[in-house]
């Protein structure tokens, strides 16, 4: 069993940053694939990036590249989400979500966290 805490959302300004953080209980952090995802209201849950065990590789959507940063600290047991240039329809609940093994981009993920709320405004 894996439980990942999300924290780090708020409220920002367009153009301004921040950086989510989510932590992980347990010993085996490093078998977890880990990704972020994302829903805003009325809408659906939306994959938003994904970083392999040992942060060998990285995946985005391409709505967020070049402005968001998925990395990780294997000894932390904690995966961040560095966002910078944020624009209004980031908006949304983020949740950082663990997949035991393989990368993935699709919402197969085996444990999920609560989530936490990013606002952006105009």
């Known amino acids: 069993q894996v439980q990942l805490v999300e924290s780090g959302g708020g409220l920002v300004q367009a153009g301004g940053s921040l950086r989510l953080s989510c932590a992980a209980s347990?010993?085996?952090?490093?078998?977890?694939?880990m990704g972020w995802f994302r829903q805003a209201p009325g809408k659906e849950r939306e994959f938003v990036a994904a970083i392999s065990r040992f942060g060998g590789s990285t995946y985005y959507t391409d709505s967020v590249k070049g402005r968001f940063t998925i990395s990780r600290d294997n000894v932390k047991n904690t995966v961040y989400l560095q966002m910078n240039s944020l624009k209004p329809e980031d908006t949304a609940v983020y949740y950082c979500?663990?997949?035991?093994?393989?990368?993935?981009?699709?919402?197969?993920?085996?444990?999920w966290g609560q989530g936490t709320q990013v606002t952006v405004s105009s």
């Open positions: 347990g010993r085996t952090f490093s078998s977890f694939a």
């Open positions: 979500a663990a997949n035991k093994g393989v990368i993935t981009t699709t919402q197969t993920y085996d444990y």
